[in-house]
């Protein structure tokens, strides 16, 4: 799971995560984050290194959560929508989206 804003920002860290050997194959990442245009960047970004992108709405991790990511999103239907709609239109893989039947 990354961070989309690390990823436009091109951070060591996250890059390292993404780093895949060349058999690998299918690859999915897992992308969080509450910023559409964000989301939208990095979706970009990322399928054209992967076969799958996958829209995290389902983590409760507080470190996620206190940035509004994650399962925060379910509290905000609305922006969710929005990341959504950025992220499959942007991207040139197919997108899947891990979240809760509810929160807590």
């Excluded at 990095?42 to 290194?49: H, M, N, V």
């Excluded at 905000?76 to 899947?96: C, L, W």
């Amino acid at each position: 799971m990354v961070n989309a804003r690390a990823v436009v920002y091109e951070d060591k860290k996250t890059l390292k995560m993404l780093e895949k050997y060349e058999n690998e194959y299918p690859v999915a990442y897992q992308l969080f984050g509450d910023d559409a245009e964000y989301m939208a960047k990095a979706s970009r970004i990322l399928s054209e290194k992967c076969d799958i992108l996958d829209i995290n709405m389902g983590c409760p991790a507080p470190k996620i959560v206190k940035n509004g990511g994650g399962s925060d999103l379910l509290k905000d239907i609305k922006k969710a929508e929005e990341i959504i709609i950025a992220v499959v239109k942007s991207s040139k893989v197919p997108v899947t989206l891990k979240m809760r039947l509810r929160m807590g």
